[in-house]
């Protein structure tokens, strides 16, 4: 059962990138709220909520309810549409990996891409 701490880390992680580098450079990101304001904002995100969303996906509903990961109700709007964007990403990263397990020619023309930027970083 998560602690406290590991809500609190889950919670900062899926935030993380919500705000502009700019608003952080200039200090604008929690400078005269409140933590519970701050966390409330980041949470009606749409990057946020589409974090969470996926991590629900992935973690299952119980270990999300225990991490008290947001979710928006079953029929609303909001629950289609990050359904239709993770449905999306995943049936992307399915084909990419297919993809890259079964056609030789993709697969070492990939895999030089991938060995060209481990290089450049």
Not at 21 to 47: C, I, L, P
Not at 52 to 81: K, Q, T
Not at 105 to 121: C, D, E, K, Q, V
Request: proline share 5%.
């Amino acid at each position: 059962h998560p602690n406290d701490i590991s809500r609190r880390v889950a919670s900062h992680l899926l935030d993380i990138g919500g705000n502009s580098k700019k608003e952080r450079m200039q200090g604008k990101v929690a400078a005269n709220n409140s933590e519970k304001d701050e966390e409330d904002t980041a949470r009606q995100t749409f990057g946020f909520q589409y974090r969470a969303f996926m991590c629900r996906r992935n973690l299952g509903g119980p270990l999300a309810n225990a991490l008290d990961l947001p979710h928006p109700p079953n029929l609303s709007l909001m629950y289609g549409v990050l359904f239709a964007v993770s449905s999306i990403q995943l049936t992307l990263m399915r084909i990419y990996t297919m993809l890259t397990m079964h056609v030789p020619f993709l697969r070492t023309r990939i895999n030089r891409w991938h060995a060209s930027g481990m290089s450049t970083f």
